[in-house]
């Protein structure tokens, strides 16, 4: 199993510009999730997944968008980025969205904004 | 609603010294408590998880926390340091129908000493 794997690694985009992070996980799990990462603040949860077909808005969900069209892959989409957003995301899966289950994390995408 | 205070962003010991890491946490229902490593440039790796069957909690690598419900704390302990112990940790918090979200602390980078 390759576990969660995400892409890119390393981002940079210009202020205004569009991009989808990549995120899949071939664990069959029904949960993901994105959270984002800054210095200090530890992990903030962005969106989330409980299935195909199903998204909910986390923490910080402005200026992200997202959707879930297969059990496997959960993109997350900056529609206009802003320097605010320059952060290290993180994709996590677990098996269902049950509190007590471990979530699996992948790699992380380092994204700069300027 | 969920909360995580990690008293210390950095942590500093000898090698074969005793490493605790202090957590408390804030919950409104019986929580579920984990402490995830993160390893420079890589993502979140499980330590260990209280599920609320047993106080005392062994993780991996040697480390251990124990749930103390009156003092609403998670200390992560280890009894002798390692170089390579030398990471990031974070204490994290869900429970009741959080639906999986996790609720991290800001994190306590911990740096071994020879």
């Known amino acids: 199993n390759a576990g969660v794997t995400q892409t890119p690694k390393f981002q940079v985009l210009k202020t205004g510009q569009s991009m989808t992070l990549q995120c899949a996980q071939d664990?069959?799990?029904?949960?993901m999730s994105w959270y984002r990462q800054d210095p200090g603040m530890g992990l903030r949860l962005i969106h989330y997944?409980?299935?195909?077909?199903?998204?909910d808005q986390g923490e910080v969900p402005n200026g992200y968008n997202v959707s879930r069209s297969t059990t496997e892959d959960f993109p997350l989409r900056l529609l206009s980025a802003a320097p605010s957003q320059t952060s290290v995301y993180f994709c996590?899966?677990?098996?269902?969205?049950?509190?007590?289950?471990?979530?699996?994390f992948g790699p992380g995408t380092r994204l700069t904004v300027l | 609603a969920q909360s995580v205070t990690q008293l210390g962003s950095h942590v500093s010991v000898s090698e074969g010294a005793l490493v605790l890491l202090r957590c408390n946490y804030s919950?409104?229902?019986?929580?579920?408590l984990f402490w995830y490593v993160q390893y420079p440039n890589q993502g979140l790796q499980l330590l260990l998880k209280y599920t609320s069957a047993a106080t005392l909690v062994k993780g991996i690598n040697g480390f251990e926390a124990e749930f103390k419900k009156s003092e609403t704390s998670f200390h992560l302990t280890k009894p002798s340091a390692h170089m390579s112990d030398a990471a990031e940790y974070f204490c994290a918090v869900s429970g009741g129908t959080s639906y999986g979200k996790l609720t991290f602390g800001q994190g306590t980078i911990l740096t071994v000493h020879p």
């Open positions: 919950s409104s229902v019986p929580p579920y």
């Open positions: 997944s409980v299935g195909a077909g199903i998204t």
């Open positions: 664990m069959n799990h029904e949960y």
């Open positions: 996590a899966s677990s098996t269902s969205g049950s509190s007590y289950n471990e979530q699996f």
